[in-house]
């Protein structure tokens, strides 16, 4: 029961590592509040994660909405104890195929958006409080396709370097999550089907995650048992790209 008591606040909580995430949480004590775009999700995973979750529907990329998001779990929740900042798209372009509309799209969702989500939370939290980013394995590793994901993804790594020093002398820990491969709806999402074979078979596992797996390691990093841990990329990628 790390997290009774605590009030843990998880945008794109709706779906896969996210909602893995927040029913792990709530098993261990914490009260959930999940966001994410679609309402639909929203609604079914609120009745995974239990009864007294709650959830917001909001766009990550949608500065305004931010103010809005945050206005009420102030009201709700008074305070934020974790800060899981989960949410992302997926997509893979060619370089020679990029657009400004694509780059923009993905670099507003998956690290302005991220950015502004910690930057506007920062009244809520207190000493002790902790945030976990979602990064990517795409950040250090040259993937054919993936240049505007892997350039917002190492900046999302960069940011719990930078957010993390800035914080640290208000007992605030930062801390990024670079998955490898984990099995979610985003493969599907991003119409990358494809890869789920070959990618399997290149993983020295020889399979892909599950989203719990990778779940336990954000509550490891949100939890006291990380207490002496900021500014870290813990990798949970079967060991792809460490062998
Ligand atoms: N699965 C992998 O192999 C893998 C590997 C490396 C990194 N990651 C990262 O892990 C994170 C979670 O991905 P996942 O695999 O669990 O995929 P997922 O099942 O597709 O979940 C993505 C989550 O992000 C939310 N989201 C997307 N765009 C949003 C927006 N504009 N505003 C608010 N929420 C938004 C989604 O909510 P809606 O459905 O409501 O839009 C959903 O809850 C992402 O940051 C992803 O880049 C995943």
Known sequence: MRFKDKQVVIWGGNSGIGLASAIEFRKEG???????RNPDTLKAALQKIGPDALGICADISDLAGLDRVYEQIKRDLGRIDVLFVNSGIGGAI???QMTVAKWDEMMNVNLRGPFFAVQKALPLLRRGSSIVLTSSIGHFRGLPDNT???????????????IGVELVGEGIR?????P??????LLGRSGMEA????VREINPMKR????VEAARAVLFLASDDASFITGFDLVVDGGMCSF
Do not use: F, Q
């Open 208 to 211: 892909w995650g599950d989203p």
């Open 174 to 178: 930062v801390n990024c999550l670079s």
């Open 180 to 185: 490898g491969p984990i099995d979610t709806p």
């Open 94 to 96: 060619p370089m020679r």
């Open 30 to 36: 914490g009260r959930v509040l999940i966001i994410g």
């Open 195 to 198: 890869l789920r074979e070959p």
């Open 148 to 162: 505007h994901y892997a350039a917002a993804k190492a900046g999302i790594r960069s940011l719990a370097r930078t």
